[in-house]
């Protein structure tokens, strides 16, 4: 299982990002799959996930309104479309799968069996 995020970058505040997960070494027909972000000096939070079967949730708030996460089966690749950033958005942004053949979102980290190496973003005031 490989997931491997790309699209980070600095960017002003009021600016957009798009980041990419993809993913290889496992069925795109049933997972879930989320993005996390751990900013310096705090916790790891879980901002968006996707299920296959269940669709969207949010899970911050502070998002809501200004990120969506996607999903495209024919790419097996997992899409978090960030609008209006923030400074407090910066952090660095992971996507993870949680075990294969579950479809159901958690905002747990410790239950996603597999990580991608993380993309930074950083949005500059």
């Known amino acids: 299982v490989q997931l491997v995020e790309s699209g980070g970058g600095l960017v002003e505040a009021g600016g957009s990002l798009r980041l990419s997960c993809a993913a290889s070494g496992f069925s795109f027909d049933d997972y879930a799959i989320g993005w996390f972000r751990q900013a310096p000096g705090k916790d790891r939070e879980l901002v968006l996930c996707?299920?296959?079967?269940?669709?969207?949730?949010y899970y911050q708030d502070s998002v809501k309104g200004r990120f969506t996460i996607s999903s495209d089966n024919v790419k097996n690749t997992v899409y978090l479309q960030m609008n209006s950033l923030k400074p407090e958005d910066t952090a660095v942004y992971y996507c993870?799968?949680?075990?294969?053949?579950?479809?159901?979102?958690?905002?747990?980290?410790?239950?996603?069996?597999?990580w991608g190496q993380g993309t930074q973003v950083t949005v500059s005031s």
């Open positions: 993870a799968v949680r075990p294969l053949g579950l479809t159901s979102c958690n905002d747990w980290d410790h239950f996603y069996d597999y």
């Open positions: 996707i299920s296959s079967w269940e669709g969207s949730y």
